[in-house]
C-alpha cells in the first residue's frame, strides 16, 4: 500500500471518476490523524477567526487589563494590613506582569509600530480600574478585583481563544490558554478571599458600586470590547478623588511591637560557637522578617515611572520572590510549634525607606544590601551551610532556594541600578548613602514609648526546645544582643 492510499482520500480521488469529493466535512489527515495538528477540523478553521486588527483590539484590551490589575496588586501591598493578601497580592501581580510582557509581545508581532500599547483602549475601562484601584478597604478591594476585574478578564480570554482562529492566530491562542489558566487561580482564591473577608453586610452595602462597575464596563464594551459601548457616561465614585499610593506600611492584629529591634538575629548565626539548632530558628526568623521586602518593593513599582516594561517585570518576580522568603519563614515556624505572632517582625526599613527615599535610592539600598548577602563566609551560603549543619531538612532546603534567588536578584539589581548609575560600586556607594539618611534611632524610638525592645528570644528559644525534645541551653537563653548598636541586614556599625 502507498503512503497515499494509506490516507485514502487521494488515490480515491485520481483514481475514480465516481469518487466522493474533498470537503471541508469529509477531510482527514493520513491513517484517520486529525488535520490542522488538531487544532481545528477543516471546516472550522476555513470559517473561524478574527482580522488581524480584529485580534489585536482584544490583545490591546487584554494587555491594558492585565497591566492596570498589575498596578493595583501592587499598589496595594503596603497598605493592605491582612498579611496573606500581601502576599496573594505579591503573586497575582507576578502573574499579570509576566503576561503583561506577552501580550505586548504577540502585538508586536501582528503591526508595524505605532502599537498603542501605552494608550488606554477606552476611556471607560480606566475609570473600571480607578474605582478598584480607590476602593476604600479591604472588602471594596476584594470585591472589585475578584468579582469583577478577575472574571471579566477570564471572560475576554475566553471569548477571544472562542473567536481567533487557532491556525492562523495560534501565538494568541497559546498565550489566552497560558494566562487563562494563573487567573482562573486567581479567581479561586480571591473567591475564597471573599468568602472569608467579606460580609454580607458590606455586600449589600458595596451593592450599588457594583453596578457603578458594571456600568463601566459597559460602557466600554466590555473589557475586550466584544460588546457594542454603551457610552454612558458614568460618575466617578470612589475615584472621584484621585487614588495615592499609600506608602506606610499596615499590619494586622498579628503583628505586634513593630518598632522592636531587641534581638539581633545576625550575631547570633555569625557566633561560631552557638550550634546549628537555635540558628535556625533566627534565620526562620530572618526570612518571615522579609515581610518589609515586599511593602518597600512596591513602593518603587508604584512611584517609578516611565521604564520599560521589563524593569517592572523583572522587579515583580523579585517581589515575589520576596513574598515567598516571608512565607517561608512562616512555614518553618510552624513546623516547629511556634506561634509567630508572639514574634515582633520590624517595619522599620520598609517604612523609613517608603517615606524618606526616592524610588531609585531605595532600589540602591536593596542592591546594596544583596551584595552584601554575596560573600561566601557570611552571605547566603553561610546560611545555608548552618541550615544543612543542623540537619533539618526543611530549614535546608528554605535556605537552598532563598540563597538561589539571591542570586537572581543580584542580577536584577546589576541589569537595572547598577545600569543606572554606572557601575557596581557607584551603585553601591550611592545605595549606602541613601541608606545613612535613615534615622535608625534605637534608643529614642525607646524613649518615645514605641518600643521596650522587648528580648523575644528566650520565649521562643525555650518553646522550640520544648517542641523538639531537647533542655534549652542556659546560656542561649541569656542571649541578649540587641541591634542597639548594629544597623540590621547591612551587619555594619553605624554608631
Ligand atoms: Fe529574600
Ligand atoms: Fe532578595
Redesign the pocket.
Known amino acids: 500500500m502507498s503512503i497515499r492510499s494509506a490516507a485514502g482520500i487521494f488515490d480515491e480521488a485520481q483514481d475514480s471518476a465516481c469518487s466522493p469529493r474533498i470537503s471541508l466535512d469529509s477531510y482527514a489527515g493520513f491513517a484517520g490523524l486529525p488535520p490542522l495538528v488538531g487544532l481545528h477540523t477543516m471546516a472550522e478553521a476555513a470559517t473561524a477567526g478574527l482580522t488581524v486588527s480584529g485580534s489585536v483590539a482584544r490583545l490591546k484590551r487584554v494587555h491594558w487589563s492585565l497591566k492596570r490589575l498589575h498596578q493595583i496588586f501592587v499598589s496595594r501591598i503596603t497598605s493592605e494590613p491582612i498579611y496573606e493578601l500581601k502576599m496573594a497580592f505579591s503573586l497575582h501581580a507576578y502573574y499579570c506582569s509576566e503576561h503583561v510582557g506577552e501580550f505586548a509581545s504577540r502585538v508586536r508581532e501582528m503591526r508595524q509600530p505605532p502599537y498603542g500599547l501605552e494608550v488606554s483602549p477606552h476611556s471607560a475601562l480606566d475609570l473600571f480600574f480607578d474605582e478598584i484601584m480607590a476602593a476604600p478597604d479591604t472588602p471594596a478591594l476584594l470585591l472589585g478585583l475578584y468579582e469583577y476585574a478577575v472574571p471579566e478578564l477570564i471572560r475576554a480570554l475566553e471569548n477571544l481563544i472562542a473567536d481567533t482562529n487557532k491556525l492562523f492566530d495560534h501565538p494568541t491562542y497559546r498565550i489566552c490558554r497560558l494566562t487563562l489558566v494563573e487567573m482562573q487561580d486567581l479567581r479561586q482564591y480571591g473567591a475564597n478571599a471573599v468568602r472569608c473577608l467579606v460580609s454580607q453586610d458590606a455586600h449589600l452595602e458595596l451593592r450599588d458600586w457594583g453596578t457603578t462597575l458594571e456600568r463601566m464596563l459597559a460602557a466600554a464594551g466590555g473589557l475586550d470590547g466584544k460588546q457594542d459601548p454603551t457610552e454612558d457616561v458614568v460618575p466617578r465614585q470612589f475615584s472621584a478623588v484621585p487614588y495615592k499610593y499609600d506608602p506606610v506600611p499596615k499590619r494586622d492584629d498579628r503583628f505586634t511591637d513593630p518598632y522592636n529591634m531587641g534581638v539581633n538575629a545576625e550575631a547570633l548565626l555569625f557566633d561560631d560557637s552557638i550550634p546549628p539548632f537555635p540558628k535556625t530558628i533566627m534565620l526562620y526568623f530572618k526570612r518571615m522578617r522579609?515581610i518589609d521586602?515586599p511593602e518597600m518593593m512596591a513602593s518603587i513599582l508604584a512611584e517609578m515611572n516611565g521604564k520599560s516594561w521589563e524593569y517592572y517585570r523583572d522587579m515583580t518576580r523579585?517581589l515575589w520572590?520576596?513574598a515567598r522568603?516571608a512565607m517561608m519563614g512562616e512555614l518553618g515556624f510552624i513546623s516547629m510549634g511556634i506561634d509567630w505572632s508572639t514574634i515582633p517582625f520590624n517595619f522599620t526599613w520598609s517604612l523609613g525607606l517608603n517615606t524618606m527615599l526616592t524610588a531609585k535610592e531605595r532600589h540602591a539600598v536593596?542592591f546594596t544590601i544583596?551584595q552584601g548577602?554575596m560573600p561566601k563566609k557570611t552571605g547566603k551560603q553561610h546560611e545555608w551551610e548552618i541550615a544543612v549543619a543542623s540537619a533539618n531538612p526543611l530549614a535546608a532546603m528554605i535556605q537552598d532556594y532563598?540563597w538561589a534567588?539571591?542570586i537572581?536578584?543580584?542580577k536584577i539589581g546589576r541589569d537595572w541600578i547598577v545600569s543606572e548609575i554606572g557601575s557596581q560600586a557607584e551603585a553601591t556607594a550611592y545605595g549606602d548613602q541613601a541608606w545613612s539618611k535613615i534615622l535608625v534611632d534605637w534608643k529614642k524610638w525607646k524613649e518615645d514609648g514605641l518600643t521596650e525592645h522587648r528580648n523575644w528570644w528566650p520565649d521562643i528559644y525555650r518553646a522550640a526546645c520544648q517542641n523538639h525534645g531537647v533542655h534549652p541551653d542556659p546560656e542561649l537563653l541569656a542571649y541578649n544582643i540587641t541591634y542597639e548598636k548594629a544597623r540590621a541586614d547591612l551587619k555594619e556599625d553605624v554608631s
Open positions: 522579609e521586602v523579585q520572590d520576596e522568603h536593596l544583596e548577602l532563598d534567588d539571591e537572581l536578584h543580584a
